[in-house]
């Protein structure tokens, strides 16, 4: 197969770099961070500014290979890559300007959560962001961004101000509450549907020392309902990922329960620790603690240095409505099946400042869901032509709590097509998306992804 059409004239105005199939480089620059997703693409152009994405876009136009556009590379679906397609990579695209006056930062897409944080936190500042620090703020912010400062600070497009924009028509434009204002609205939370990000501008937040680590619980229905219950009543400052898992092998923990499901309750407190100490004692009365290792720590320590392996894994998301002794037990008997022993079944407790966004005022609708499950069937350094099986437990496994849930995150789907797509917002809001997509992507140039077809 030849070059496409025009890539001569592309790549003399492009000023960053493009690799070919036959480039040295060329193996390493194809790899995303999910070691299941191995495509090929035709055309990986890395860009190192706005204009190099301008120039990008209008070659993906006249161009006939699809356009997959990746900031990190942490798509569970994959769609930040393909066989025979053309990759635009913002990964290199990491200037960050801090205003700490302001609290302000100007960030572009390839910045990592863990850098942008420790830079951050020079200044005693944060923004939220997921949890953990690989992940780049492009698609993580597009499609919401829910982590550890989520109750305290709400989601990641709580604290965005402005987005630059390299439209599917190759214009440049900044959008902002009172600029392109619909288009600000459909873009937190309406994913990389509606144009290229160049840049982000965030509300910076003062943080300091925060008490961070993991209490271990034995599972049971009792435990997980008072464990949502407690977490929902606690201070804003109080944020809860526990998580169900067989305990493993560990040291720290009696050998009688190795093997044996538990919740693993992650938490941070961004407050006084005091207050920390007291807010995080009604989790440790719940149940005789297997585990427990909790510790006062700077907020960056919520982002370790990566183990630098390439995992396979794949996941399935739903907002449950319901924790009772039933859905305890669905949990219980999924897990018991999980063809992995890495796989675990996490929730993200929300509410807090999250809960008090009005639901209409952006993309993300889900404001009144205040607990979501995320299903990850992680199998670890395993072949990942397994991955068809490990996707089909998490969505056998997600299909067995529709009576007790329903609706997605975006940011947490695989590629369940698009009525997976529909099930990431409210009606009205889907509506409005498709209107709004038919007026900046008409011809659905930006597709790989959780797809908003044209109205």
């Not at 919740?263 to 006084?272: K, S, T």
């Not at 409210?426 to 109205?455: C, G, H, M, V």
Request: hydrophobic share 45%; proline share 7%; aromatic share 8%.
């Amino acid at each position: 197969m030849g070059e496409p059409s025009g890539l001569v004239e592309f790549g003399a105005r492009f000023r960053g770099q493009l690799i070919r199939p036959t480039d040295p480089d060329y193996e390493s620059a194809r790899l995303v961070d999910n070691a299941a997703i191995d495509h090929h693409p035709a055309l990986i152009a890395r860009a190192r500014d706005a204009s190099d994405v301008v120039y990008a876009v209008e070659f993906a136009r006249s161009s006939a290979l699809p356009l997959a556009v990746r900031s990190g590379g942490h798509s569970v679906a994959g769609h930040s890559t393909g066989d025979g397609v053309f990759v635009l990579d913002l990964s290199t695209m990491t200037g960050l300007a801090i205003d700490p006056d302001a609290r302000t930062c100007w960030a572009e897409p390839g910045v990592r959560a863990g850098a942008y944080t420790k830079a951050a936190y020079d200044f005693g500042l944060a923004t939220p962001f997921g949890d953990n620090g690989r992940v780049a703020i492009g698609g993580l912010t597009l499609g919401g961004g829910i982590g550890w400062l989520v109750r305290k600070h709400g989601l990641t497009i709580d604290s965005l101000l402005a987005v630059e924009l390299v439209t599917a028509q190759g214009a440049r434009l900044v959008a902002t509450i009172d600029d392109h204002p619909d288009l600000f609205w459909a873009l937190r939370g309406g994913g990389g549907n509606f144009g290229v990000a160049t840049r982000f501008k965030f509300r910076l937040h003062p943080i300091g020392l925060t008490l961070h680590g993991t209490i271990a619980l034995p599972l049971t229905g009792a435990v997980m309902g008072d464990l949502v219950r407690v977490a929902l009543a606690a201070p804003d400052e109080l944020t809860l990922m526990p998580a169900v898992l067989p305990v493993p092998p560990m040291d720290e923990i009696d050998p009688q329960h190795h093997g044996r499901p538990a919740v693993f309750v992650d938490l941070l407190w961004a407050g006084p620790k005091d207050a920390g100490e007291r807010a995080i004692a009604p989790i440790r009365a719940l149940a005789k603690p297997l585990f427990d290792a909790v510790s006062q720590e700077p907020y960056p320590a919520v982002y370790p240095e990566p183990k630098g392996i390439r995992e396979s894994w794949t996941s399935r998301a739903i907002f449950l409505d319901v924790m009772d002794q039933e859905t305890v037990a669905i949990i219980e008997r999924s897990m018991a099946t999980a063809p992995s022993a890495s796989a675990l079944a996490q929730l993200r407790i929300l509410g807090g400042a999250a809960g008090r966004v009005a639901p209409e005022s952006t993309a993300y609708g889900w404001r009144d869901r205040s607990v979501l499950l995320w299903i990850i069937a992680d199998f670890g350094t395993a072949d990942p032509r397994d991955l068809p099986r490990h996707a089909a437990w998490a969505a056998a496994f997600a299909d067995a709590l529709r009576a007790k849930g329903s609706a997605t995150y975006v940011n947490f789907m695989a590629d369940e097509g698009p009525e997976g797509a529909r099930s990431a917002y409210p009606a009205a809001t889907w509506s409005r998306l498709r209107q709004l997509k038919r007026r900046y992507d008409p011809e659905n140039l930006f597709r790989r992804n959780q797809n908003i077809p044209p109205a």
